[in-house]
Each structure stands twice: as structure tokens, then as C-alpha cells.
């Protein structure tokens, strides 16, 4: 069974940081991408990041470009975001997102999930 599990997430002041953290188990993500998404109450599940599990290709969302980065430990199975210069409009709960061919910017295109992490930034 295939798990995804975030952790790093909470309360943070506008223009803080905080590193998010995607620990899968399971099955070995090596040939796979893994993606951040995220949703704000009443907002569709957006793109923020993604990484190619074997390369060192990524892609970030405009909004978080500059700000964010996306990482990975190979050896732990885990995947990161690091994120700084937060402000309000990054309020949402972030999801982690694995199993996908490539990287892509559609929620649909990920075949795992983990159960999401709030981050709240307060202005």
C-alpha cells in the first residue's frame, strides 16, 4: 500500500518560512515525479511544485517562483518544500502528490495523495 505522508505545516507570520516534508512509503518513487499542490477554502487544488524523482528537473507555480523550493532525499524517499517570504495568499492546505510519468501541472495526472498539511500565514 502506497502511503504519502506530509508533516511541517502551521502557523507562521507574514514573510516567515517553512519547510514541508513528504515521506512515502510503500513502493520506490525512483522513476517518478512528485508534486506539491495546494487548496484554499473555496479554491480548486492548485499546482505549486514539482521534481522528477531521478533528475534534477522542477517546475514551480509563478505565484511561488523565487520563493519556494522543491528538493529531494532519494535515500529517505522523502520530498521537500521549502518555503520563505510567505504571505497571506499562500494560506492553504498543502498536499503532496506522487506517482506521476512526468511532471505535470494537472492534479489528475498524480496517482498518490497524502492527507494534506495547513499552512496558515497570518498578516
Known amino acids: 500500500q502506497v502511503q504519502l505522508v506530509e508533516s511541517g505545516g502551521g502557523l507562521v507570520q507574514a514573510g516567515g518560512s517553512l519547510r514541508l516534508s513528504c515521506a512515502a512509503s510503500?513502493?520506490?518513487?525512483?522513476?517518478?515525479?512528485m508534486g506539491w499542490f495546494r487548496q484554499a477554502p473555496g479554491k480548486e487544488r492548485e499546482f505549486v511544485a514539482a521534481?522528477?524523482?531521478?533528475?534534477?528537473?522542477?517546475a514551480y507555480a509563478d505565484s511561488v517562483k523565487g520563493r519556494f523550493t522543491i528538493s529531494r532525499d532519494n535515500a529517505k524517499n522523502t520530498v521537500y518544500l521549502q518555503m520563505s517570504s510567505l504571505n497571506a495568499e499562500d494560506t492553504a492546505v498543502y498536499y503532496c502528490a506522487g506517482g506521476s510519468s512526468g511532471i505535470y501541472y494537472e492534479p489528475r495526472r498524480y496517482e498518490y495523495w497524502g492527507q494534506g498539511t495547513q499552512v496558515t500565514v497570518s498578516s
Open positions: 510503500g513502493r520506490t518513487f525512483s522513476n517518478y515525479a
Open positions: 521534481i522528477r524523482w531521478s533528475g534534477s528537473n522542477v
